[in-house]
């Protein structure tokens, strides 16, 4: 099939609404191309206007499932002749909506998340759906621009937003490189406890690949075990300018006690530096504030000073004060005299 198959299905489709940026179709065309003879499993949250799901049945011919979820019950007006599409309608981050999803399949080869775009309902999502998704799978998450903007939970420095969390996720592919005392869910614990979700580590080093597309990230899933760096592999064994790798040949990577990490700062610390950013800021507030407070009173205590200065008690005291430091030096050149 050509890549533009998808883009032409979607110039001649006649049904129901469906709307995707361009970009998307050659990125779904790219990604789909391998699933297109297959007996795939579907899995869409947010449909709108349902041509998503009409699409999808014409472009995946031999497909065992298509499903769409809405929480606009106003999606369950839609109706299909096709009898491989299901519309679920509800929240798809609610145990119950989560149970009908369960009731038509079980697992998923593909799940697109096109819903609400808030970043919460995105990272929520995933850490539903993607434990759903059978090996080889891959996750989509459409329209990340969202990811953003205020109105969506997002920022360009929001390290909360989805795309954040995304961009961590990285780091979970590469776990085995870290060199230090930590697994994979404490990089993201911040965020699974800001949005009430979690993943455990099990299911975390089940990601394969992260790819981004502008406005677009793919997950790819296999099983832990092909995630890994794997064993040195050589062709060849003649080594005239970096002699010593044959030693390896064959051997599993395994980070060596030299590139320990325990004392890097930048890798040692509790929380990611982007999370403590609001904190450390909060607290900045309140140390302005109170140094603030401070010198109003040094500046007040200066004025009394100056006023007590300038007054008549002061200068008619003045004698008094001279002659009671007088008095003390004498008494500290006595003191000195008897401990001779």
Same mark, same amino acid.
């Given at each position: 099939?050509?890549?533009?198959? $998808? ?17 998307? =179709? ?15 499993? $579907? ?58 999803? $369960? ?28 434990? $759903? ?205 008897? =401990?001779?």
């Amino acid at each position: 099939m050509f890549e533009q198959d $998808l883009r032409r299905l979607y110039e001649l489709h006649r049904g129901k609404l469906s709307f995707k940026w361009s970009s998307y =179709l050659s990125t779904y065309e790219r990604l789909f191309r391998s699933f297109r003879g297959d007996r795939i499993r $579907l899995l869409e949250i947010g449909i709108q206007n349902g041509g998503s799901l009409e699409l999808w049945s014409k472009y995946f011919g031999n497909a065992l499932q298509l499903i769409g979820c809405d929480i606009n019950r106003d999606c369950s007006l839609l109706l299909y002749s096709d009898k491989r599409i299901n519309v679920v309608i509800g929240d798809a981050n609610d145990i119950e909506t989560y149970r009908k999803i $369960l009731l038509c399949s079980s697992e998923f080869d593909i799940v697109i998340d096109d819903g609400s775009h808030r970043s919460s309902d995105i990272i929520k999502s995933f850490c539903v759906f993607f434990p $759903l998704l059978a090996s080889g799978g891959v996750y989509i998450v459409e329209d990340l621009h969202c990811s953003y903007w205020d109105k969506f939970e997002g920022g360009l420095f929001n390290p909360y937003s989805s795309i954040s969390f995304f961009k961590r996720l990285v780091d979970v592919v590469n776990y085995e490189h870290w060199g230090v005392n930590k697994n994979q869910v404490d990089i993201l614990s911040g965020i699974f406890y800001k949005y009430g979700c979690n993943m455990d580590s099990r299911m975390l080093s089940q990601i394969n690949s992260i790819e981004f597309v502008n406005s677009m990230c793919v997950i790819r899933k296999a099983p832990a075990s092909d995630n890994t760096l794997g064993s040195c592999v050589m062709g060849g064994s003649v080594e005239i300018v970096a002699p010593g790798h044959e030693k390896f040949r064959g051997t599993k990577y395994n980070i060596s006690e030299e590139m320990d990490q325990s004392s890097n700062p930048w890798s040692a610390r509790e929380k990611p530096p982007d999370e403590l950013i609001e904190i450390v800021e909060s607290e900045l507030i309140v140390a302005v504030a109170e140094n603030d407070k401070i010198k109003d009173l040094l500046r007040q205590r200066e004025i009394e000073l100056d006023l007590l200065y300038q007054s008549t008690s002061w200068k008619i005291t003045a004698p008094v004060r001279a002659a009671r430091r007088l008095f003390g030096l004498i008494n500290d050149r006595l003191y000195r005299i008897r =401990l001779r």
